[in-house]
């Protein structure tokens, strides 16, 4: 089988400065404690979206001689004008997710404008900027493409160099802990809460766990408390409804495992100590 790295990319960016100076000044309102989020996510995407109104967006929000959609959309571009699906959730920390809401807006929306779409250096930055700010913790190189969606954000602790690609859901709302060097392919979902079949009001949360080099591939889906151990991999379309075992492939609904990878070691429970959350 063919081994294909990613290309690196060597043709210049004709345009690179700007993205680059843009970024910085996103970098710097960040870094500065008396900023306010809120402002900020609204002057960042009404750059992007409507420039035109940049300048005098309450003006215009306020202006009954503009159409009515007009002045509901630019008035959205401000995260306090809109509601996010966690906002109703019972166990959601307000104050933590005032800190967060700004954020995740900007982020879902900036996936959403012609900046944002099929971007992908420039996406990658923005997110990678953005999640230290969100998360719990998140370690160095840090990679997700676009229409990556949380539930609260704030419950995410990640190690280093975790890659998300598009349209997947991390569902933090009990808490999902990943390790080094884990992958989450395209449309997989990672779930840490749980209804009962009886009452969908009866809610459970628990901590899922990725550990170190696991993948989960394309369309999978790991459910609220399973912990995939080091070098697992839930296979696609697999739903994990219990826990992987390390250097396991995992495969089907429920998910089981049909093969050991050829570099385990012997004895791969003891090589791979499970992650917990204080990471001790």
């Not at 807006?105 to 404008?113: E, I, K, N, V």
Request: aromatic share 8%; with cysteine.
């Amino acid at each position: 089988m063919a081994y294909l790295p990613l290309r690196a990319l060597t043709e210049d960016r004709p345009h690179g400065a700007l993205a680059d100076a843009w970024l910085d000044g996103l970098a710097g309102a960040l870094s500065d404690p008396s900023t306010d989020r809120s402002l900020l996510c609204r002057r960042t995407l009404t750059d992007l979206v409507y420039p035109a109104y940049a300048e005098n967006w309450e003006t215009a929000v306020n202006d009954p001689a503009l159409p009515a959609g007009l002045r509901l959309a630019l008035a959205s571009l401000d995260p306090r004008e809109v509601t996010l699906e966690p906002e109703y959730y019972a166990e959601c920390d307000e104050a933590k997710f005032a800190r967060v809401k700004p954020l995740l807006w900007l982020w879902y929306s900036f996936d959403r404008t012609p900046l944002g779409g099929q971007n992908v250096d420039l996406g990658v930055r923005l997110r990678r900027l953005l999640a230290p700010y969100i998360f719990k913790r998140c370690g160095e190189n840090f990679k997700a493409f676009q229409h990556v969606e949380f539930s609260f954000g704030y419950n995410m602790d990640v190690g280093d160099n975790f890659v998300v690609h598009r349209h997947v859901l991390l569902d933090d709302r009990g808490g999902i802990l990943v390790g080094n060097n884990v992958s989450v392919s395209d449309y997989a979902n990672v779930y840490s809460h749980t209804h009962s079949i009886v009452d969908q009001k009866d809610v459970t949360d628990a901590v899922t766990i990725l550990e170190d080099n696991v993948r989960i591939t394309y369309h999978a889906t790991v459910l609220a408390g399973v912990r995939v151990a080091c070098n697992g991999m839930v296979g696609a379309l697999a739903v994990a409804t219990k826990d992987v075992r390390p250097y396991h492939v995992y495969v089907g609904i429920p998910a089981k495992s049909i093969r050991v990878k050829p570099n385990a070691p012997h004895d791969a429970q003891n090589v791979c100590l499970p992650l917990s959350r204080d990471r001790g």
